[in-house]
């Protein structure tokens, strides 16, 4: 009888406990504590282990037997496969992008699905804006990608928990590339990832604001994702070094960013921090549309931009009719989107090759900013 490998305690998150129970199986698959023709334990034990219903370790069974990873043989249990080697099929012509689909970026993805299509490949895009950036929706997509065995995938990645690490990772041992845009994490040192230096950024921007006078730095943003953490570490660097004093965060819904009258008006708490704020701040805001927000709060609180108060923004939005022009940093997406893509469509490199390439923003003064 093949020997079972005895299996340690595990603590689940609050998500779905059988996807999380897949998962870590799957880990196991892929590292060897469960080899080919190795019997896992039963089902019994399974429920023990993970504290759940037979129920769940049933369905987190079902799906890995579906997958080709496990077999069920009756009367004997439930077994790794000897023959599941995905790495080794013939890749698909597909190329995934889980990307925000909206109207201010939807020229880069013509340019970038007509690159594809220059390749001889196929675009198949998701969708994952602020609203959308869910782990759980976008690693649906991602199962998608490895069951048809999509040669690459690029990701503009979940800031929220619980991450889809070790989804990356799998799919990179089934061969299959993946590229962030946006890091999901603190350490990205295993991934590969083509975005802009949060960090140098955040440098950068605070040098310019310390050498126009300002005393406080206040950053506005819908979230505080791994990427503007970064971006506050670099402001903090710059701030203790000018004696500056950086203010707490002002927050506001991320699901309303596209209409910054209803910032205004759904984030009370907002309107109220803007308009306390100290006179010689310099604003950072996140978004586009958070910036403007700040504009219209101060435009009416009788605070003078930008002697009293500056203001810059995230370039990452189309103009609007009517809004004010703030000074911006302007992010490259088109840049790093098509140089993603290069990478996704060239055979010549493999899923294994760690490519890690940094882009800078370019600073542009708009009269939001006293002058240096």
Known sequence: MVGQVKMKKYHLKNVTKSEQIKDILQEMLDSGEYAPGKKLPAESELRKTFNVSRNTVREALSNLVHEGRLSKQHGRGTFVTDKFINADMKKTNFIGLCYPLAEYNLDILKDAQERVLEAGKILVTYNVNEDLQ???????????????????????????????????????????????ISPNKTDMSEETFFCFDYKRSGISIAEKIASMGYKHVALVSANMPPSYQLLKSGIEEIMSKENMTLLDNIYADPHHLDNPKEIITLNPDFEKKVKTLPKNTAVIATQMELGWSVHSVLSESGLEIPEDIGICAFYNRIAKNNSPILSKLIIPFRTILMDAIH????????????????????????????KE
């Open 134 to 180: 869910d782990p759980l929706y976008e690693k649906r997509f991602l199962e998608k990608v490895k069951k048809e065995n999509f040669q690459s995938v690029i990701v503009f990645s979940t800031p929220r928990e619980p991450l889809n690490t070790v989804i990356y990772d799998r799919l990179r041992k089934n061969g299959i590339k993946v590229i962030l």
């Open 343 to 370: 990478y996704a469509i060239d055979e010549d490199i493999l899923a294994q090759d760690n490519i890690q390439k940094y882009y800078t923003v370019n600073f542009e003064p708009q009269g939001t900013l006293r």
